[in-house]
């Protein structure tokens, strides 16, 4: 069976891309922290050594549109193509094309078809930042064979949070049952408190600090019932307008599981919004030895 | 009303950047032919096909027209759509983040709840 080789749930930054690459006057002043942490992050990938990677993110209006608008949908085709014109526009994103792996895509449809989660599907994907921008930060040279999966945390009526942890949960036993002698890494992006067109939006912080507190300690010590005993998808408003993109957390605080502390957490509070990076190794730490 | 109409429209000026920019020149102009000839394509379905029953009401067309994002805002349109579109067309005439700063101070007024943007 496959080995599921780290977890990670990141927040996903389109400016990331722009700020570590400019030079000179362009270059922010944070730029130099905020790559050093991510350089950090990344070598929790690397240390797993995956072979294939789950994606989990969003579609922000691309290619999924309101006339046909699925909750959950799993990615199965040979190749996705990432980014769109506006976000090169808007970020300055590179245009890239990943492969894909379409056995374990086919898997996780059946599997999950099998286990009440009526997925929707796609074979011609094009992906946008929200998983692109976790390939930038975590595995820039894009090489490994991904599996999409969008959840819609952008187009209500939505998906409870409860859902979104049950899908999480699943997404793990599916990818350890699979017939493979791979090692996979779930990875998973959303966001804490933000908002996004409202009055609140890019402030000095996140829209809501406190919010945030709360939300990487329930992350970082995997307090799966904690966290769903707080939020609703009504109480996700008052942080800030688009943070039910936090539901892609719980999602892969399913994955990890209950009670799973985080190998690797850490945070950069930036202007608008918080970063917030966490690493799980459900099989140990990659070449740390138990001790006896 | 319809945020459904309004949404598409910001979605699909936003997604063609010879849209942005007629958006930019001729707002009421680009408002008027978008109605008649986008409003009722379907959008995931064969080009031939259109709908027959979109239009905007007098008040969504003046909102859109007038590039007004604090009303756009509150009929409920999506407000990454109306960010992100206004972004790409206004941006450009501000300093870093400027434009964006002064797009919430203008709806500092607004407070919770939210209009609802479900469609």
Redesign the interface.
């Known amino acids: 069976m496959a080995e599921l080789a780290a977890v990670i749930a990141s927040t996903h930054h389109p400016f990331y891309y722009r700020a570590s690459t400019s030079t000179g006057a362009d270059r922010p002043p944070f730029a130099d922290e905020w790559v050093a942490k991510i350089e950090r992050f990344r070598e929790t990938l690397t240390r797993a050594e995956p072979d294939v990677l789950v994606m989990v993110g969003s579609d922000?209006?691309?290619q999924l549109?309101?006339?046909?608008m699925p909750q959950f949908l799993v990615g199965k085709a040979p190749f996705f193509d990432a980014n769109?014109?506006?976000e090169e526009?808007?970020f300055g994103l590179p245009r890239m094309t990943l492969r894909g792996e379409e056995d374990l895509a086919a898997h996780l449809l059946r599997d999950g078809l099998d286990r009440d989660f009526d997925l929707a599907f796609s074979n011609e994907l094009r992906i946008d930042h929200s998983i692109t921008c976790p390939i930038i930060t975590l595995r820039p040279q894009a090489d490994l064979p991904i599996v999409p999966v969008y959840t819609n945390i952008?187009?209500?009526?939505l998906p409870q949070p409860r859902r979104f942890v049950a899908l999480g949960k699943a997404i793990r036993e599916m990818v350890e049952s699979w017939e493979s002698d791979k090692r996979v890494a779930v990875i998973g992006t959303g966001h804490l408190s933000l908002?996004?067109?409202?009055?609140?939006?890019?402030?000095e912080h996140g829209p809501d600090p406190e919010f945030d507190r709360r939300a990487v300690e329930w992350i970082a010590s995997g307090d799966v019932e904690g966290c769903l005993a707080e939020v609703s998808l009504d109480s996700l408003?008052?942080p800030g307008?688009?943070t039910h993109g936090f539901m892609d957390f719980m999602l892969m605080m399913g994955v990890a599981g209950e009670g799973a502390k985080a190998d690797h957490v850490d945070t950069l509070d930036l202007?608008h919004t918080m970063e917030a990076y966490f690493t799980w190794y459900p099989n140990g730490v990659p070449g740390e030895v138990v001790p006896a | 009303m319809s945020k459904y109409l309004l949404d598409k429209f910001l979605y699909t000026v936003d997604r063609d950047p010879e849209l942005v920019e007629r958006y930019r020149e001729d707002p009421a102009g680009t408002v008027e032919w978008w109605e008649a000839e986008m409003a009722n394509r379907i959008l995931n379905c064969a080009s031939a096909e259109r709908s027959t029953w979109l239009e905007f009401t007098e008040d969504e067309r003046r909102a859109l027209r007038e590039q007004d994002h604090v009303t756009l805002f509150q009929m409920g349109a999506h407000p990454f759509l109306t960010l992100t579109l206004f972004i790409a067309v206004f941006e450009r005439d501000h300093g870093p983040l400027e434009y964006q700063k002064a797009y919430g101070k203008a709806m500092e007024h607004i407070s919770l709840p939210y209009p609802d943007i479900s469609t």
Do not use: M, S, V
């Open positions: 922000h209006f691309h549109w309101l006339d046909n769109f014109y506006n526009r808007e952008f187009a209500p009526p908002e996004l067109g409202g009055p609140r939006q890019f402030g408003h008052a307008n688009a202007f």
